[in-house]
């Protein structure tokens, strides 16, 4: 038992058993060898997973299908991202071309909450990351009710339990 002040190498396993501490940066794989990372949990042999053949991830899975693959056959199947009492919205955005959120023609599509109105929102800007805000197309408030920029076109038939359905044109 001790410290070590320099580089430890290690050319077979490396076995720890207890409570480790590492302070400071840790890189796994830096010579892009074609190995897989586990991480195990309480009774799931794969609660992180990469793959090294082809950098997925697995998320209750060790055999991630793309970039991100999530598996939990206990639960509901759920992702919660809670701003935890925070003024900030919330958003998943898709991006043709996303590198530092301002590419042109990067066509940011982003689904999520706006914290100031309460309400779900999707949104689009070609140009730069989507403001759930100022880029809304379409909302959708606690009580059911649906907001659109623009027309609504459908194939089908439209349909609402609404005593009336309306027309904004400003």
């Avoid at 999707?122 to 009710?145: E, I, V």
């Amino acid at each position: 038992s001790g410290d070590i002040d320099s580089t430890l190498s290690v050319g077979g396993n490396l076995s720890v058993t207890g409570t480790t501490s590492l302070d400071g940066a840790v890189v796994v794989n830096e010579s892009s060898a074609d190995a897989d990372f586990r991480v195990e949990g309480n009774g799931n042999a794969n609660a992180f997973f990469v793959q090294g053949s082809d950098d997925f991830i697995g998320i209750g899975t060790g055999t991630p299908k793309k970039k991100l693959h999530i598996q939990d056959t206990t639960s509901d199947g759920i992702i919660i991202m809670d701003r935890n009492g925070t003024s900030t919205d919330h958003q998943i955005c898709f991006a043709h071309n996303y590198q530092s959120g301002g590419q042109s023609g990067g066509n940011y599509y982003a689904i999520g909450v706006d914290d100031s109105e309460n309400k779900l929102v999707f949104a689009f800007d070609a140009n730069s990351q989507a403001s759930l805000s100022a880029d809304a197309k379409m909302t959708m408030n606690s009580s059911g009710d649906i907001t659109t920029v623009g027309g609504v076109s459908a194939t089908g038939e439209i349909t609402s339990t609404a005593s009336a359905i309306s027309q904004n044109s400003n």
